[in-house]
């Protein structure tokens, strides 16, 4: 297990709540001299669904357990039945249920975005400055782009778009 204490104390605070202070291929650039060539590959190849690296596998599971009571909720919801089994978990269950009933999708979002990052903290537990807190790191950072590409204007734009598109073809039957 690596050291990164200079690396990690150099890198700005992530907040769920917070904007995205630098981007994924920043912190690459900052990670390429710092860690070793194992490590920066994985990194480099790092999404929200990766299995491989310190603390990824076990984000990795946690994260598709989320992901299916996303999917079985949603499915409900819409009247379709959920085929898949899976693990249920009581605390999973209800921030999904609380983020699928927010007034828009943009706040759901944002409380999963808490969640996850409560999660991931609790994942890096007591480690500092070792390979644990830089993996948490790049998953928190890759949770904040995926949030920032979230614009409400942009959304209420192509919500109405569709939303006409679906009036005119119930206009013309």
Not at 83 to 104: E, H, R
Request: proline share 2%; with cysteine; net charge negative.
């Amino acid at each position: 297990m690596a050291s990164y204490y200079y690396l990690i104390a150099s890198l700005p605070e992530l907040r769920a709540d917070g904007d995205l202070p630098i981007t994924y291929d920043e912190f690459l650039t900052l990670c390429q001299s710092n860690v070793s060539d194992k490590d920066y590959e994985i990194l480099e190849n790092l999404t929200l669904n990766s299995t491989e690296g310190p603390l990824v596998d076990e984000w990795s599971k946690f994260y598709g357990m989320l992901n299916k009571e996303l999917s079985y909720q949603r499915s409900v919801n819409l009247g379709k039945n959920y085929s898949s089994a899976y693990d249920k978990d009581g605390f999973i269950t209800q921030v999904v249920s609380s983020a699928l009933s927010a007034k828009n999708p943009l706040e759901a979002e944002r409380l999963l975005l808490e969640y996850e990052f409560e999660n991931l903290d609790s994942l890096v537990g007591l480690h500092m400055f070792d390979d644990h807190v830089l993996f948490g790191y790049a998953i928190k950072l890759k949770l904040l782009e995926r949030l920032s590409c979230f614009e409400h204007e942009k959304g209420k734009a192509e919500f109405n778009s569709l939303f006409e598109g679906i009036q005119q073809r119930v206009y013309s039957l």
